[in-house]
């Protein structure tokens, strides 16, 4: 999720003291209640609470709203490059987009419910004068990437050196220095990759997921803490880095498995929302982000890759970064005025892409033919599923009587155009354009080039590639 969408949409509210909160009428809601009850707000006024998540509205949105509803903790199974942490960041946009804490506080606690032994002798001392500051919602989320280094003190948290040197005792509960966890108290903890953990950290876990606090050391100490936690990780089939230890498996009140998308045009939507690509500078035609969505699930379908490991939609997301990187580089050496990708331009992605992709080991040494064979595979169908029923003919025997039609990385659109055989009253060259929508000398020469590739796939016409260029014949 990106700033702009949890970014606070009303200015930060002035209340600054207990006194004026009590007086406004404001009420302290658990953290669950008010998940839920914004959830709820959503759903009745038709919002849209998962903005950006493409494929999942049937399959694991209903699973994880009702795991809301139910006050659950959660943690997201599936394979690599799923969604799953733009899932759990989008949950940001569900909590009030302000909240009272007592200010200077470390767990940043309600101002009506202080909780360490600090901010409750603060509230008994100064009363409705207890300073007041107001917390932004995406100021309650924080994030861990679990690693093997990961300790209890990083996620609860340790004795602190400095303060036991400032001359408190060493039983003194304010001599702790409080980990991630606490520090999300009110707002919501996600923890990627949890099986990562080891097994002694996952141990430290488990009263914040089933008593709601933590214990540090040897301290009498307790905290009921109000944190949802979530949490990703790979199939435990997949991922020999660990796993998740059974008692906290069982702490988790929902557990959802989440897919890749099963319909074309979520993964169409999934690669253009992602795709770092400037339209200012370079266009991607929707064909060729159609042949990159099929030629991934390809990979997913292909029995010579290894589909535990999955085939990410960065690999989609990267490909159409590639194209659009050769498209702009080309211009800009040739001197085009507008920089459009090509078919011609596939070729690159593929060359780099490579290494994404985990194939079975009998492949070893075919790895370059699988991904071309599964490319050309998906340029045939983005062919017939656009240019179905269009007479190619004249085409065709212009090409069989000897006429050529030169392509590459660096020809130019007027160049290629300026090459296309001469087919006399014929209009196929328009009714081609005009399929795919293509009205500049960019996109008209990639919907054309898109036509010839299908030519050669359907073993029509005849292309002969080496050192950067392709010629039709």
């Not at 940001?92 to 909780?115: F, N």
């Not at 009498?220 to 660990?242: H, I």
């Not at 490579?354 to 194939?359: R, S």
């Not at 155009?417 to 081609?432: Q, R």
Request: glycine letters at 8%; hydrophobic letters at 40%.
């Amino acid at each position: 999720m990106t700033s702009a969408e949890t970014a606070p949409a009303t200015p930060r509210p002035t209340i600054a003291t207990l006194g004026e909160l009590r007086a406004s009428g404001h009420e302290h809601r658990p953290l669950r209640t008010e998940l839920r009850d914004n959830l709820l707000a959503h759903l009745r006024e038709g919002r849209d609470p998962w903005p950006g998540l493409h494929g999942f509205e049937d399959t694991v949105v209903p699973q994880l709203e009702r795991a809301l509803i139910a006050g659950h903790d959660v943690v997201l199974l599936g394979e690599r490059g799923q969604g799953k942490t733009r899932l759990l960041r989008t949950m940001v946009g569900l909590l009030d987009e302000w909240t009272p804490v007592i200010a200077g506080s470390d767990l940043g606690e309600h101002p009506y419910e202080p909780i360490t032994v600090a901010s409750r002798r603060r509230a008994l001392e100064l009363g409705d004068d207890l300073p007041v500051e107001w917390r932004a919602r995406e100021e309650r989320y924080a994030e861990k990437l679990a690693t093997p280094d990961t300790s209890v003190a990083d996620l609860i948290g340790d004795v602190d050196p400095m303060k036991v040197a400032e001359g408190r005792s060493l039983g003194d509960p304010e001599t702790i220095h409080y980990g991630l966890v606490p520090r999300s108290h009110r707002g919501i903890v996600a923890i990627n990759e949890l099986p990562d953990l080891a097994e002694r950290i996952q141990v430290a876990m488990l009263n914040v997921m089933e008593e709601r606090d933590i214990q540090v050391r040897g301290y009498v100490l307790r905290l009921p803490l109000d944190v949802l936690v979530v949490a990703s990780a790979n199939p435990e089939d997949y991922t020999n880095r660990g796993r998740i230890i059974t008692p906290l498996k069982d702490r988790f009140g929902a557990e959802i498995r989440t897919h890749y998308p099963t319909e074309l045009h979520d993964e169409v939507a999934v690669i253009r929302q992602e795709a770092a690509i400037d339209p200012a500078l370079v266009d991607v035609p929707d064909h060729l982000v159609e042949i990159l969505a099929r030629f991934t699930r390809h990979l997913r379908e292909s029995s010579s890759v290894d589909q535990r490991s999955g085939v990410s939609a960065r690999f989609a997301i990267a490909g159409a970064e590639t194209i659009a990187a050769a498209a702009l580089h080309r211009a800009t050496a040739q001197g085009e005025e507008a920089a459009v990708a090509r078919v011609v331009d596939l070729e690159t992605a593929v060359d780099v892409l490579g290494g994404k992709i985990e194939f079975e080991s009998g492949e070893e040494g075919r790895e370059a033919e699988i991904l071309t064979h599964l490319l050309r595979t998906a340029v045939a169908e983005t062919v017939r599923v656009h240019l179905r029923g269009l007479d190619m003919g004249v085409l065709v025997d212009a090409l069989e009587a000897g006429q050529m039609v030169t392509t590459g990385e660096q020809v130019t659109a007027r160049d290629f155009l300026a090459g296309l055989p001469v087919l006399g009253e014929s209009e196929l060259y328009d009714d081609i354009c005009d399929r795919l929508e293509a009205t500049t000398d960019g996109h008209r020469a990639g919907a054309i080039e898109l036509a010839l590739e299908g030519l050669f796939l359907a073993r029509r016409v005849s292309k002969a590639s080496g050192r950067g260029e392709s010629v039709y014949g």
